[in-house]
T-cell receptor, first 115, second 111 residues
């Protein structure tokens, strides 16, 4: 059973470009979470999705960031018009049930560098 | 802030010794999850302990939870060089599906 898959592992963008980060949850998992980690810091929650629904986006910046988890295919975190401050590691996690009862399993992350 | 604190921020010990890391938090939790992160890598889940549990074991790992003090500890016994990593506790709060992470403890095992 493959774990959480993320791609690309490393992504370099110039200021103003778009970044698309993909996450395939573990087989059978329908809950997906995105977190951001700045250097030497812990992870900060961004958004929680279930299939075709955004459940909690309280950690998402109001502009330029969006996320989706379509019925078919991976979850996508999209950052438009990237700025240097968006440089960070972005982690996706999945669970088979709600966090109150189940473990979140993390992917290897995508390291975004904005030049 | 709902974030807690982990202490120490950094810990260096000799191989074979035991390592203890602590995590404190401010709001009531549903469960608490410990993760390990090797430098530049993803997070590996170690142990989940629920609010009605006091202690859990997994191999050389022992996690305790004291809800009256709002604190948890992770003990690694007979440490190995491969245990060198950052360790994070993450809180799952009632009515909220996200995990809230602290800034972690950087553990270095000296061979």
């Amino acid at each position: 059973n493959a774990g959480v898959m993320q791609n690309p592992r490393h992504l370099v963008r110039r200021r103003g470009q778009e970044a698309r980060l993909r996450c395939s949850p573990m087989k059978g998992h329908s809950h997906v979470y995105w977190y951001r980690q700045l250097p030497e810091e812990g992870l900060k929650f961004m958004v929680y999705l279930q299939k075709e629904n955004i459940i909690d986006e309280s950690g998402m910046p109001k502009e330029r960031f969006s996320a989706e988890f379509p019925k078919e295919g991976p979850s996508i975190l999209r950052i438009q018009q990237v700025v240097r401050g968006d440089s960070a590691a972005y982690f996706c996690a999945s669970s088979g049930a709600r966090t109150s009862t189940d473990t979140q399993y993390f992917g290897p992350g995508t390291r975004l560098t904005v030049l | 802030s709902q974030q807690g604190e982990e202490d120490p921020q950094a810990l260096s010990i000799q191989e074979g010794e035991n390592a203890t890391m602590n995590c404190s938090y401010k709001t009531s939790i549903n469960n608490l999850q410990w993760y390990r992160q090797n430098s530049g890598r993803g997070l590996v889940h170690l142990i989940l302990i629920r609010s009605n549990e006091r202690e859990k074991h997994s191999g050389r790992l022992r996690v305790t939870l004291d809800t009256s003090k709002k604190s948890s500890s992770l003990l690694i016994t007979a440490s190995r060089a491969a245990d060198t990593a950052s360790y994070f506790c993450a809180r799952a709060i009632f009515g909220n599906e996200k995990l809230t992470f602290g800034t972690g403890t950087r553990l270095t095992i000296i061979p």
